[in-house]
C-alpha cells in the first residue's frame, strides 16, 4: 500500500518561501507511469491542482504558480518536493501530495498540511 | 483552463437513497474524468477514474457515467459513511482542473 505524508512549517512570513517535502513509502518514485503532484486547497474552497514531478524529474505547473513555483524529487530518500517563492496570505492553505496514474486520476493522497502566509 | 461546474453544491439526502451529482466541463472531454471523495481532516478518496471505472477498493454503490461534457457520479443506495464532499476533476487538458465540490448532509 502507497503511503504518502507531506512534513513542512505551518507558519510562513509574507514574502519567504514555502518548502514542503512529500515522503513516500510502499513504492518508489523512480518507477514509470507515475505523476508526483502537490495539490492545494484554500479554507472553504474547492481543491487546485499545482504541478507534478514525473520520471527523469520531468516537471509540469499550473501557470497561475509557474513563475513562483519550482517541484523537485529526490530518488535517493524516496520524496519529491515543493518550493513555493514570494508568498502571500493568498498562499494559505492545506497542501496536499498525491500519486496520480492512469493518465491524471490521484491514486493515493497524503492527509495534507494546513501552511497558513501571516506575520 | 478547462472549468468544472458540479452541482448541485449541497445535497440533502436520507441513508438508502439514491443520489447523483453532475459535473459539466466547459470543453469535451475524452474519457480523463476523475471523481474523488473527501472527508474533513482525511486525505481525499479516489472513487472513480476514466468517468465508469471504480478505484480500488470502492464499493460498488458508486458508478460513474458521461460523456462530452456532462458526467455524473452516482451512489445507488447511500450509507452512513458516504456523507462526504465530492469532487470532478479533468485530466484531459493542462492544468488539471477540478469541481467546486458538492456536499452530501444528512436529511
Known amino acids: 500500500q502507497v503511503q504518502l505524508q507531506e512534513s513542512g512549517p505551518g507558519l510562513v512570513t509574507p514574502s519567504q518561501t514555502l518548502s514542503l517535502t512529500c515522503t513516500v513509502s510502499?513504492?518508489?518514485?523512480?518507477?514509470?507511469?507515475?505523476?508526483w503532484t502537490w495539490i492545494r486547497q484554500h479554507p472553504g474552497q474547492g481543491l487546485e491542482w499545482i504541478g507534478y514531478v514525473y520520471r527523469g524529474g520531468t516537471t509540469h505547473y499550473n501557470p497561475s504558480l509557474k513563475s513562483r513555483l519550482s517541484i523537485s524529487r529526490d530518488t535517493s530518500k524516496n520524496q519529491f518536493s515543493l518550493e513555493l517563492r514570494s508568498l502571500t496570505a493568498a498562499d494559505t492553505a492545506v497542501y496536499y501530495c498525491?500519486?496520480?496514474?492512469?493518465?491524471?486520476?490521484?491514486?493515493?493522497w497524503g492527509q495534507g498540511t494546513l501552511v497558513t502566509v501571516s506575520s | 483552463d478547462t472549468q468544472m461546474t458540479q452541482s448541485p453544491s449541497t445535497l440533502s439526502a436520507s441513508v438508502g437513497d439514491r443520489v447523483t451529482i453532475t459535473c459539466r466541463a466547459s470543453?469535451?472531454?475524452?474519457?480523463?474524468l476523475a471523481w474523488y471523495q473527501h472527508k474533513p481532516g482525511k486525505a481525499p478518496k479516489l472513487l472513480i477514474y476514466r468517468v465508469s471505472s471504480l478505484g480500488i477498493g470502492v464499493p460498488s454503490r458508486f458508478s460513474g457515467s458521461g460523456s462530452g461534457t456532462e458526467f455524473t457520479l452516482t451512489i445507488s443506495s447511500l450509507q452512513p459513511e458516504d456523507f462526504a464532499t465530492y469532487y470532478c476533476?479533468?485530466?484531459?487538458?493542462?492544468?488539471?482542473?477540478f469541481g467546486q465540490g458538492t456536499t452530501v448532509e444528512m436529511k
Open positions: 498525491a500519486r496520480a496514474t492512469l493518465g491524471g486520476a490521484l491514486e493515493y
Open positions: 476533476q479533468q485530466y484531459n487538458t493542462y492544468p488539471w482542473t
Open positions: 510502499g513504492g518508489s518514485i523512480s518507477s514509470s507511469g507515475y505523476y
Open positions: 470543453q469535451s472531454l475524452p474519457d480523463w
